[in-house]
């Protein structure tokens, strides 16, 4: 019997979980690659401590986004003023839970080596790492790997999570439906 649940430990945050689905994400080639690009460009040159890299930050970024969600979703804490925008159905509230932790999960998937020194230099006159992005997260293996999750997650909907409206809207045209409905 194969586990659901898997663990990283993290230097910064502990542990981090997540399920079979998260982990096809991470077993992705466009995530895979985040391995290999600093989170800190080339300052690991001048601190040698500085080698944290975009494939544990996006890791952390997923799990800290999850722990900011079960605290502003719980009903303790929500203010009147804004309990009309969390989902009150369980099956929504969950599906938009995993969608939050794959746009956090996959927020970086576009970064380049070098990070943001280097992006006019290798990208396309008008691209920028949020609109490789975009094109990562729609790629096919993406697109096989978010359908095949229980519950399919929309392409869409991490695709507007990932880079937000204004940026998207930078470089196409935008309609924004809060929770999907």
């Known amino acids: 019997m194969s586990k659901n649940i898997h663990e990283l430990r993290d230097p910064i945050h502990v542990f981090a979980y997540f399920d079979s689905d998260e ?8 995530f ?11 300052t690991y040159l001048v601190y040698p401590g500085a080698t944290h890299r975009r494939f544990e930050h996006s890791i952390g970024v997923m799990e800290l986004a999850d722990r900011v969600f079960s605290v502003v979703t719980n ?22 839970r995993k ?15 070098f990070s943001h020194a280097a992006e006019k230099e290798l990208l396309p006159k008008g691209w920028n790492h949020e609109r490789l992005t975009v094109e990562l997260l729609r790629s096919p293996e ?6 095949n999750m229980t519950p399919p ?4 909907d991490v695709v507007k999570l990932s880079v ?8 196409e045209k935008v309609t924004y439906t809060p929770w999907g409905t």
Do not use: T
């Open 75 to 96: 009903p303790f804490n929500v203010h009147q003023k804004v309990a009309g925008i969390i989902p009150q159905r369980d099956d929504l509230r969950s599906y938009w």
């Open 23 to 30: 982990r096809s994400v991470i077993n992705s080639r466009p």
């Open 164 to 171: 937000g409206e204004k940026e998207l809207s930078k470089f």
């Open 153 to 156: 997650i929309k392409v869409e």
């Open 99 to 113: 969608v939050l932790r794959m746009a956090a999960l996959c927020h970086d998937l576009g970064h380049l080596p």
């Open 142 to 147: 993406m697109r096989y790997i978010f359908s």
């Open 32 to 42: 895979q690659r985040l391995r290999y690009i600093h989170q800190l460009a080339l």
